[in-house]
């Protein structure tokens, strides 16, 4: 009943008929599947600057609602990784490691996910990483509502090119559009309900 909804809900929202996703993974061909082998390894590379943001709220002075939330990302991103490793390895496509590299010589540019929507930059990564307390709270809400944005954008480009038919690939890519909808309505409220400050720019 959840993925029919699910299913349901995203190609409602996405203004797209539901797609022919019955076929099974054992049915499919890596030659067949080009699009969802893309999807899958950039949105490794962007949940792991989720991971990535979200492990610095401890050190960070981050709120107790903040250390929630990010526990949550930590957690569901991390393993929604391990899920794309997965699914790469089992149709015999490139697995990348899924670590974000960060001020230890390579920027996120370098490892070519920088231009994925709703990715930080390197900037965005500096301003947050020497921001604690509230204005790291700020700043993470405001910076991670991006973030997730950028992923709804990337299950709409999957969809919108006819892609993401097969059946675990459909799936996963419908919880990521659901899930962090609810994640962004859930971290505008939180970024409402802040003291007034200096914010982010």
């Not at 390895?89 to 996120?108: I, L, N, R, T, W």
């Not at 930080?120 to 709270?137: T, Y």
């Not at 709409?156 to 962090?180: I, K, M, T």
């Amino acid at each position: 009943m959840k993925t029919v909804l699910r299913r349901t809900l995203a190609a409602g929202l996405l203004g797209l008929a539901a797609p022919a996703a019955a076929q099974s993974a054992a049915a499919a061909h890596p030659a067949d599947l080009p699009a969802d082998a893309e999807f899958m390894t950039g949105m490794i590379g962007h949940h792991a600057q989720a991971v990535l943001i979200a492990g610095w709220a401890p050190s960070h002075g981050a709120s107790q609602p903040i250390l929630l939330l990010t526990e949550r990302i930590v957690s569901g991103q991390q393993d929604e990784i391990d899920l794309m490793k997965r699914w790469l390895s089992d149709f015999g496509q490139p697995v990348p490691e899924g670590k974000a590299h960060y001020m230890s010589g390579m920027d996120m540019g370098d490892m070519g996910h920088a231009s994925m929507p709703g990715m930080l930059s390197q900037a965005q990564l500096e301003q947050l990483d020497a921001a604690r307390g509230p204005e790291f709270d700020r700043l993470f809400l405001t910076f991670m509502i991006q973030h997730h944005q950028g992923a709804i954008v990337m299950v709409n480009q999957l969809f919108g090119q006819g892609a993401g038919e097969e059946e675990r690939s459909f799936r996963f890519a419908s919880d990521v559009y659901a899930d962090q909808t609810t994640e962004i309505d859930r971290m505008q409220k939180m970024l409402a309900a802040l003291p007034a400050s200096g914010g982010a720019q």
